[in-house]
T-cell receptor
Framework: AQSVTQLDSQVPVFEEAPVELRCNYSSSVSVYLFWYVQYPNQGLQLLLKYLSGSTLVKGINGFEAEFNKSQTSFHLRKPSVHISDTAEYFC????????????FGEGTQLTVNP | EPEVTQTPSHQVTQMGQEVILRCVPI?????FYWYRQILGQKVEFLVS????????KSEIFDDQFSVERPDGSNFTLKIRSTKLEDSAMYFC????????????FGPGTRLTVT
């Protein structure tokens, strides 16, 4: 069975600082990888996804993530954050081989301070 | 931009009562999902639905749960006899296709069982 670990439950940063949110997964088969963002009182919104091809994936709002197969990681990065990036971020995987269920990590609360 | 909608936003019910959570997926989508998030825990997959039948379900989705697409627009989750541990945020999602395609999430229904 697949699992997802987000190593940091909370990440406080100052505005305009770079940020990295870490995600590791375990799976015996190939997976698709996703990052979702949840703003307060809203649903989950897709930031970016990795299906195949280039391991560096660019998403919305200036975020990017890099798929590292050898380290089974899919860390999310942004070079300069804004106050408006304050939200909960979820990493998720889906097996290529079967089904369409998403398996989520625990979530990382990113708080951007002025 | 089309979006998934869910009603009600918050439902309070007594233990043992039946509840129906409603979702209107995006109109040209064919795959439908329910997830839940117990406070402080991961977002968990419950069930996926395609072509008027359940395509996949998790171990959480026991006989107390059922899903239905009663007409061309609504997708419902019924809990027959609610328990305290059913208290959670329930998210509906839909996608135009299967595993490669983005799942679009609704804002959620917060279910409180007292």
């Amino acid at each position: 069975a697949q699992s997802v670990t987000q190593l940091d439950s909370q990440v406080p940063v100052f505005e305009e600082a770079p940020v990295e949110l870490r995600c590791n997964y375990s799976s015996s088969v190939s997976v698709y990888l996703f990052w979702y963002v949840q703003y307060p009182n809203q649903g989950l919104q897709l930031l970016l996804k990795y299906l195949s091809g280039s391991t560096l994936v660019k998403g919305i709002n200036g975020f990017e993530a890099e798929f590292n197969k050898s380290q089974t990681s899919f860390h999310l990065r942004k070079p300069s954050v804004h106050i408006s990036d304050t939200a909960e971020y979820f990493c998720a995987v889906r097996l290529l081989s079967s089904g369409s269920r998403l398996t989520f990590g625990e979530g990382t609360q990113l708080t951007v301070n002025p | 931009e089309p979006e998934v909608t869910q009603t009600p936003s918050h439902q309070v019910t007594q233990m043992g009562q039946e509840v129906i959570l409603r979702c209107v997926p995006i109109s040209n989508h064919l795959y439908f999902y329910w997830y839940r998030q117990i406070l402080g825990q991961k977002v968990e997959f419950l069930v996926s639905f395609y072509n008027n039948e359940i395509s996949e379900k998790s171990e959480i989705f026991d006989d107390q749960f059922s899903v239905e697409r009663p007409d061309g627009s609504n997708f419902t989750l019924k809990i027959r006899s609610t328990k305290l541990e059913d208290s959670a945020m329930y998210f509906c999602a839909s996608s135009v296709g299967g595993s490669m395609y983005e799942q679009y999430f609704g804002p959620g229904t917060r279910l409180t069982v007292t």
